[in-house]
């Protein structure tokens, strides 16, 4: 469970919640990191029944910390019912190899995502194993770790349009790429409503292509204007980039179209 970093909350604008919500609990590490951090009430998943009662009793006498049993995508929605304010979320339910539970499928997240679609409040999800999406083959720290032995996963199914097309209007995606929304993982992604950010679209109007690329923010101006470089190619052959950025940056990415003769609209 990472801490969303002081400069995430800066450039949002959004508040710390008094909840904070994760899917999958595994050895209950993830609580752990966010026990000190001024959580009201912090809530774990899990589908094992051997892990949900290692944890009862680990944090047994850690009062804000509620464990629940199940599977995520049933247990979210009961749970959400009574939490009538926007929560923190990790998402990080997944089967992780041998010692851990195997649902309906490998990993709920696109029901997860689906759930909190349809919430009325504006929740900020963070989605854990990001390098995973779109991907299938071997993952794990070795045949023989103890935590997260060596697998098979299949992730094909999960991708970037998929989780783009989950999002209530408004809300943007953060990579935590350069670390610098959180101190948890770099392949995490952030989805958050924020004020702060403006909606753009790049294309370019002599190509007809239909893709859509999401340029995610990043807070160095240099480094979203060389991804911006990078995704020109991209643009060239059709594909309309869209992002979010600060007002700030909207000048510089016009004066970019311009130079490039792209077509640049909000
Ligand atoms: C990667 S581990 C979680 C690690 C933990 N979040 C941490 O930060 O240390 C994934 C966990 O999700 C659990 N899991 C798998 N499918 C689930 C589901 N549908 N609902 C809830 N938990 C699930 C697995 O049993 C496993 O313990």
Redesign the pocket.
Known sequence: ?PNLSPLFYELTGVYVTNRYI?????????IR?VLNAGYKHIH?????EK?YKYNVEQYKDASSVKMHY????R?LPELLKSICEPVTI?L?????GT???????E??LLEELEILKNREYDDIIIV??CRLIGKSGVCGAGPEHPI?PTMNFDWTHITDERILGLMKDGYALLKNDLSEWSDGNSDQYILVKSPNFRKYRIYNDTKTGSGALYLDYCSVLKIFMSKLESAYEKINEGYAVVGVCTDEYLECIKGWCEEHSLQFSR
């Open positions: 469970m994760e899917t999958g609990t595994y050895l209950g590490n993830g990191t774990s998943i899990e589908l094992s892990w199940g599977d995520s995508k247990v990790y990080d339910a997944h089967y992780s010692p851990t539970a195997f649902g309906d499928e990993t709920p854990d194993d997260y």
